[in-house]
């Protein structure tokens, strides 16, 4: 198992969970309005989606561990970014924000794909399992954590304790064992973008677990596609 993708589920777990329990706190300790809020919570969501798509690419072209370390990196400037803006101004935060949370949702499809790059194909289910627990750890100790920052720093504490939580992650990573385990680009695995929600699913739909069973309508597909075509003009 990989160290640093259960790490990174975790960690990935922590920041996702302290945003959405305590971003709305945040938002209101700042005095954003409700429309304010509004922006505020929606440019995570979209970020989100709009970041899966050139991270998996970069993923699929490049080291996996050097861009979990840029990606972890530059989550961690727009964290500290979005903690020094605070009030000052609402849509650079909201860009901040987005642009923070869009990336450190990456993290864990990330984690993932370093870890199954290290795993055999019949390791791939049991892989998942203990991923997906790392995120849950990391989800109930986020809003605990983040919270505790907020009371001691004020509401910037909520980003700077993110941004601290992401360069001990960047700190593992450099100094850690896991740069010695990880596949060459060559060597890595197809990039696939998950959610912890559909890990488990998606982990019963790789084709490389030994537990996959073709669809039946995917098997009639294929022998349909296997049969000679009938000579022209026969009858």
Not at 33 to 53: L, T, Y
Not at 169 to 190: K, N, T, W, Y
Request: aromatic share 8%; charged share 15%; glycine share 8%.
């Amino acid at each position: 198992m990989s160290p640093v993708g259960t790490l990174g589920s975790l960690v990935a777990g922590l920041l996702i969970s302290a945003f959405y329990a305590m971003g709305p706190v945040y938002a209101n300790r700042i005095g954003l309005d409700i429309g304010q809020v509004s922006n505020f919570m929606a440019s995570a969501i979209i970020a989100a989606m709009i970041m899966a798509w050139p991270v998996g690419r970069l993923c699929d072209r490049f080291d996996r561990y050097r861009v979990m370390i840029v990606t972890a990196l530059v989550a961690a400037g727009c964290s500290l970014a979005a903690a020094f803006i605070g009030g000052m101004s609402a849509w650079a935060l909201v860009l901040f924000v987005g642009l923070y949370m869009g990336i450190s949702a990456t993290l864990y499809p990330i984690a993932v794909a370093i870890s199954n790059d290290l795993m055999d194909s019949h390791q791939i289910t049991a892989a998942s399992t203990a991923l997906l627990l790392s995120y849950g750890i990391g989800s109930c100790i986020g809003p605990v954590v983040s919270a505790a920052a907020m009371e001691l720093m004020g509401p910037a504490g909520l980003f700077i304790s993110n941004a601290v939580i992401l360069g001990l992650l960047m700190l593992f990573m450099a100094v850690g064992p896991g740069r010695r385990m990880h596949p060459s680009v060559d060597e890595q695995e197809d990039y696939y973008m998950t959610t912890p929600e559909v890990a488990l699913a998606m982990a019963d739909l790789d084709p490389r677990n030994p537990d996959f069973e073709e669809h039946p309508a995917e098997i009639a597909e294929e022998e349909e596609n296997r049969k000679e075509p009938a000579p022209h003009g026969s009858r």
